[in-house]
């Protein structure tokens, strides 16, 4: 995933670039600190995804989004990150197109959560078939509401909705056949850079949800390992 950092402030614009560079398979191949500066970089670079602030001195980044998200279908995903957290910066966001919307401070986590989710999407595409790929894409099921791993309605006490989306998106890069298709707690907690308690509380709530399988393997000694499957 190829990524425009854009921000008005130098080191805010630092930080977050060095969000990016400990996602696996992303690189930060631009940085801006205005909203022309932006839309040239995003023109001669084009990145994949840009992260994007809403206060810059000489446009509003709103208007940025919008002339980012032209339609096309190479165009950026952009994810919104702002200390702004009104209705209606919130509204204009989500109808100019946005893929998120973050709130600074955030973590490390809530963002490679986002980034995954837009490298899922990019892939997922590709892939369109029939009308359940397109309600996957658009986040719904169809006749049903929305399942949203690891949502608010369902998060027990202590785990977050962004860390939970980032368990569960490289749950389902590792899906498919074969030996490689599931994960071990540790595994997962070193692709996540969680710890290995807070991977495994994650993955079990899970498996709760029946989002995820759990199977054994058994070794020479001890006790056997938890490897999770992701089946959505």
Same mark, same amino acid.
């Given at each position: 995933m190829r990524v425009l950092v854009v921000d008005d402030d130098f080191m805010v614009a630092k930080v977050h670039s060095?969000? @990016?560079?400990?996602? /696996? *398979?992303?690189?930060?191949?631009?940085? !801006?600190?205005?909203?022309?500066? #932006? &839309?040239?970089?995003?023109?001669?670079?084009?990145?994949?995804l840009v992260l994007l602030d809403v206060y810059l001195?000489?446009?509003?980044?709103?208007?940025?989004?919008?002339?980012?998200?032209?339609?096309?279908?190479d165009?950026?995903?952009?994810? @919104?990150?702002?200390? /702004? *957290?009104?209705?209606?910066?919130?509204? !204009?966001?989500?109808?100019g197109g #946005? &893929?998120?919307?973050?709130?600074?401070?955030?973590?490390?986590?809530?963002?490679?959560?986002?980034?995954?989710?837009?490298?899922?999407?990019?892939?997922?595409?590709?892939?369109?078939?029939?009308?359940s790929d397109i309600d996957r894409l658009?986040?719904?099921?169809?006749? /049903?509401?929305?399942?949203?791993?690891?949502?608010?309605?369902?998060?027990?006490?202590? &785990?977050?909705?962004?860390t939970a989306e980032l368990v569960a998106g490289t749950l389902r890069e590792h899906s498919g056949s074969g030996p490689e298709a599931d994960l071990s707690a540790t595994e997962c907690a070193e692709a996540t850079r969680l710890s290995r308690v807070s991977a495994r509380r994650y993955l079990e709530h899970f498996v709760s949800t029946g989002q995820v399988t759990v199977r054994l393997r058994y070794g020479g000694t001890g006790r056997p390992e938890r490897r999770y499957r992701w089946v959505g």
């Open positions: 060095g969000y @990016v560079e400990r996602i /696996a *398979d992303c690189t930060v191949v631009g940085v !801006a600190h205005n909203g022309a500066d #932006a &839309l040239d970089a995003a023109a001669r670079l084009r990145p994949e001195p000489d446009m509003s980044g709103l208007e940025v989004l919008t002339r980012l998200r032209t339609g096309a279908s165009d950026p995903f952009v994810l @919104v990150v702002t200390a /702004a *957290d009104d209705s209606d910066t919130v509204a !204009a966001a989500l109808h #946005a &893929l998120h919307y973050l709130v600074k401070p955030f973590d490390s986590a809530a963002l490679a959560a986002q980034v995954h989710r837009a490298t899922r999407i990019r892939r997922d595409l590709d892939r369109v078939r029939d009308q658009f986040g719904g099921t169809g006749a /049903a509401p929305a399942r949203t791993p690891g949502g608010p309605e369902r998060m027990p006490k202590g &785990l977050t909705t962004p």
